[in-house]
């Protein structure tokens, strides 16, 4: 009976299949949206809503073109176990899609739920839903310029990861990456214009831009040379520091997870891990 319910409920779901996009429920809800440096994209909205339905591929669309710098998620509050989060919410009509913010990380402990929401008022296209998704993307890479950049590579104990390009605007998936490895690694950007160029010539090989270096804690330079894709990229970083987000973190672990429907909340996925590390612990001392 209860899996039946279960089947119907995730059937009337919009988003069940997106790849993208998380259905929420309260129990994953304030670990998927609060538990994060990173900002969320939730739509609220009702299955036979016809607004909705129209928005539906938009906002797969955005999801897909944005995954990679927020996270897209979604609240079907048609269901009974949904109706007080979209009461919480105050949602009156639908879709509403809120963007939620975290508080910026100064190091110290912030309060729990800090985060700011707002509505997006926005046309309900994809391209616009993604610009402005772009552009609530907290920044965590210093601009380095000339007169910075001999202190950013010198040695330190936290390690650098410096992206050397010709633009003059950060890229939002660096953004995110520096989220990711936020408290581990630290981010900064350089434009490498014809004043600087020599200067940073004598250190590094600038035959191609853009391009990602690490400078390690002895002062060491290891360049990155895969794709220009998020995941790649957080791979390679990991062997600098470590990944609190993202698809290479145990977060990320948890999250796919929660797509897949495997766990319900992060308490679930947590308590799953300690019995498959037991049993296997189990195995170990039987052998
Ligand atoms: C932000 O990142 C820091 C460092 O990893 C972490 O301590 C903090 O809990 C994160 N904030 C949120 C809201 O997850």
Redesign the pocket.
């Known amino acids: 009976m209860l899996v039946l319910f279960f089947l119907v409920s995730l059937a009337h779901a919009l988003y069940a299949n997106s790849k993208h996009i998380y259905e929420l429920t309260p129990d994953s809800f304030d670990d998927v949206v609060?538990?994060?440096?990173h900002t969320s994209v939730v739509e609220f909205y009702a299955p036979w809503c016809g607004y909705c339905q129209q928005f539906k591929s938009q906002y797969i669309k955005a999801a897909q073109a944005s995954s990679d710098v927020a996270q897209y998620a979604a609240v079907n509050c048609d269901s009974p176990e949904n109706k007080q989060l979209c009461n919480e919410y105050r949602i009156e009509g639908f879709p509403t899609v809120l963007v939620f913010r975290?508080?910026k990380?100064t190091?110290k402990?912030?309060r729990?739920n800090?985060?700011s929401s707002e509505i997006y008022r926005g046309e309900r296209v994809a391209s616009k839903l993604t610009e402005f998704v772009k552009g609530r993307v907290k920044n965590y890479v210093k601009r380095v310029n000339a007169g910075k950049f001999a202190s950013f590579v010198a040695p330190e104990d936290k390690p650098r990861v410096l992206l050397l390009t010709s633009k003059t605007s950060i890229s939002p998936m660096f953004k995110a990456l520096a989220?990711d490895?936020?408290?581990?690694l630290e981010f900064g950007y350089l434009t490498v214009t014809d004043q600087i160029r020599s200067e940073v010539e004598k250190l590094i090989d600038l035959k191609q831009l853009p391009q990602i270096v690490v400078i390690d804690r002895h002062g060491s330079f290891h360049r990155y040379e895969g794709p220009t894709e998020r995941t790649a990229i957080a791979k390679f970083l990991g062997n600098y520091g470590v990944a609190?987000?993202g698809e290479t973190s145990t977060r990320g672990a948890f999250l796919r997870g929660l797509k897949k429907g495997l766990y319900k909340s992060f308490r679930d996925f947590k308590k799953s891990r300690a019995e498959k590390s037991k049993s296997a612990k189990n195995v170990k001392d039987e052998l």
């Open positions: 609060y538990k994060t440096n975290p508080p990380w190091g402990i912030t729990k800090g985060h989220i490895f936020l408290g581990s609190e987000d």
